[in-house]
């Protein structure tokens, strides 16, 4: 699989699949698209709206470049907020290519470098606290063969987008997150188009459309009431 690494809008890097003609993420800011759309829409918001949680389970479709986890073992720490994270990735990275990310350097938080490179160095299927506030496992799976050993409050669904991965955006795959989250649970995603909120509809979700982050109008919030 030929991949390298890519520099975004704001100064993050990204990958770039050639053979599939995709990017981890958007080509105008890696960082800020991971912020706005699952921190500040999705973590955030549910430690607002549900105070009473005191740990968080959160699961990523999606372990990519470990973006998303690295922003979430850094938000758990800032806020001791026990977070106990799951995701899962059938691809993952090279060695050297995650040596290579600039995130840790990006964030002025150059000390967590060891932390960020155990998160794609450490054992499969093996749940290990990575901080005092964050525990993390990751499964070699497909979201299809994925099977839940616990409930979810918030879900990061960072597939590629429906015309790359449309198996990964049906009713079915919905409702199979649908039913490993607990009420109140929240999913956020940066697609919001009408036939992906159709899916989630049909799987049981609440859905709205919501501001995107920079250079995107829109993403979604889907919420198991």
Not at 96 to 125: K, M
Not at 151 to 176: E, G
Request: glycine content about 6%; some cysteine.
């Amino acid at each position: 699989m030929k991949r390298e690494i890519i520099i975004t809008r704001d100064g993050s890097h990204s990958i770039s699949n050639a053979e599939m003609g995709v990017t981890y993420h958007s080509h105008h800011g890696a960082l800020q698209e991971s912020v706005h759309v699952f921190i500040e829409s999705g973590l955030r918001f549910i430690t607002k709206n549900h105070s009473q949680v005191v740990a968080l389970s959160v699961f990523e479709m999606g372990f990519g470049t470990g973006l998303n986890a690295l922003l979430t073992l850094i938000e758990a720490e800032n806020k001791r907020q026990p977070i106990c994270y799951e995701t899962v990735e059938l691809f993952p990275l090279e060695a050297a290519t995650i040596a290579a990310l600039n995130y840790c350097e990006l964030l002025l938080r150059p000390g967590l470098e060891p932390v960020f490179r155990q998160l794609h160095s450490c054992a499969w299927d093996t749940l290990i606290k990575m901080t005092p506030f964050f525990s993390f496992k990751k499964r070699q799976t497909s979201l299809v063969n994925f099977s839940a050993t616990q409930s979810f409050n918030l879900v990061y669904f960072d597939a590629f987008a429906p015309d790359i991965q449309p198996d990964l955006w049906t009713a079915a795959i919905f409702r199979k997150l649908y039913d490993c989250m607990e009420p109140g649970a929240v999913l956020t995603t940066y697609c919001s188009k009408s036939i992906v909120r159709k899916a989630m509809g049909e799987a049981g979700f609440t859905v709205e459309k919501i501001p995107g982050p920079p250079h995107k109008r829109e993403m979604v919030r889907a919420v198991k009431r």
